[in-house]
């Protein structure tokens, strides 16, 4: 597996806040990528402007370069695939990025980003894939509302781990996991230590709110 070329990385001179590619309106870069389909694994570079999340969810076919490919389940190196110039977006149920698939938030939307969004920790199913991380949504939506149609084709998932079975197939030091919410068929709200759902305590609360009254 190609792990380690999308880990976290400080941002290359042409990246940095202020310049036109940080804006998302400078000229078409090439976002280091890897995407899980049902069959395959795919890596490369995507040619997008702007957000990397922002142009699948346009639900267009992408360019791609420099692409390599192989099983899913990596029984097999990946292999280079030259003739392979275009993805649809549709076909592609995790895309992992890596930090430079957005451009970086100023001070102010980072504070506005943790005002205005409540955070989950949450094990998404995509069979044959299940992804445990933290999705970050607006006040009043809950979770399990990731399963509703929405204009919104691929939802962020941060410090996430993607697992095949009880086989993790990314790597758990990448910036973000993209999910195809078309794929999604549950959602449950876990502790993300353990990936399973919390479980409560014996005995009664001492009084005040309990966690699972926050959940609900």
Known sequence: ?????????????????????????????GIAFEALTEEWRIAGRMHVSGRLSDALNRREPLDISDVTWGPVDSTAPLEPAPGLRSVDPYDLI????????????????????????????????LPPFRVVGTVFLHPGSEPERLLDRSTEMFVPVVDAVGYQGDVVVTDPEIEAILVNRFYLRGVEQVDKRTGQKPQRLPGQPLGGTSWHERSR
């Open 94 to 125: 995790l895309v992992v990025t890596g930090g430079d698939s957005t451009p970086p938030l100023t001070d102010a939307e980072r504070e506005a980003h943790r005002v205005h969004k409540v955070s989950y920790d949450v094990a998404l199913e």
């Open 1 to 29: 597996m190609p792990f380690g070329f999308l880990r976290r990385k400080k941002a290359a001179p042409s990246a940095v806040a202020g310049t036109p590619e940080s804006t998302g309106q400078g000229p078409r870069t």
